[in-house]
């Protein structure tokens, strides 16, 4: 079934860790996004590519990078993780023209 | 600056009821609109867009350039419209979006 997925869906995890957030999406989309989003608080626009190999920072700074080598692939990692990354992270994919589709979220917190 | 304001944080309103969410924005080129749902414990899902101009489960919108506003509207509250709702500008010529802060929708039996 043309879904997008993240995983995992919940993750507590130590100050210092290298942590890997997955987003797939077989909807064969080619723009794809990372929103984090506090609680009680609006979507910020992390990260976003345009298709493979591109990739862009959102309006936000963050201290996580993302890669495209695949289409279907986005993948966010934080090198080294500190509380101040405990929030919710939101992948979003679209087609050109249309709304953007999200997934499920990783709720991260670290300790 | 480009921004979203949906200035209710909550708003409650008794089943049978007209609701309006209220979005405004600020954006000096041609914005592309879109009101954005999430029920509980579920994903944020797409209610509607502006270039759409369609009624999704009874609620409508309006964008109004005049004063910047794309307010979402529904005759007759349902309690199954609970949920947090966010307004989203997309920038044209883009594939960024940016999001309100989102209301909560409550709806009282």
């Known amino acids: 079934e043309a879904d997008i997925y993240q995983t995992p869906r919940y993750l507590v995890i130590g100050t210092g860790k290298k942590i890997t957030l997955e987003c797939s999406q077989t909807m064969g989309h080619d723009k794809m996004y990372w929103y984090q989003q506090d609680p009680g608080m609006e979507l910020h626009l992390i990260h976003y590519?345009?298709?493979?190999?591109?990739?862009e920072k959102g309006d936000l700074s963050s201290e996580s990078t993302v890669s495209r080598i695949r289409t279907e692939h986005f993948p966010l990692t934080l090198e080294s993780a500190r509380p101040s990354h405990t929030s919710q992270y939101l992948c979003?994919?679209?087609?050109?023209?249309?709304?953007?589709?999200f997934g499920q979220g990783t709720r991260l917190t670290v300790v | 600056a480009q921004r979203v304001t949906q200035p209710e944080k909550l708003l409650s309103v008794f089943k049978g009821a007209p609701v309006e969410l209220k979005c405004n924005y600020s954006?000096?080129?041609?914005?592309?609109l879109f009101w954005y749902v999430q029920y509980s414990r579920q994903r944020l899902q797409l209610l509607l867009r502006?270039?759409s101009r369609e009624s999704i489960k009874g609620f409508t919108a309006d964008l109004n350039k005049g004063e910047t506003s794309f307010h979402l509207k529904k005759p007759f509250a349902q309690e199954e419209d609970s949920a947090m709702y966010y307004c989203a500008l997309r920038f044209s010529g883009t594939y960024k979006y940016i999001f309100g802060t989102g209301t909560r929708l409550k709806v009282l039996a």
């Open positions: 502006h270039i």
């Open positions: 590519s345009y298709g493979v190999n591109s990739t």
């Open positions: 979003a994919s679209s087609l050109e023209g249309a709304s953007a589709f």
């Open positions: 954006y000096s080129g041609s914005p592309e």
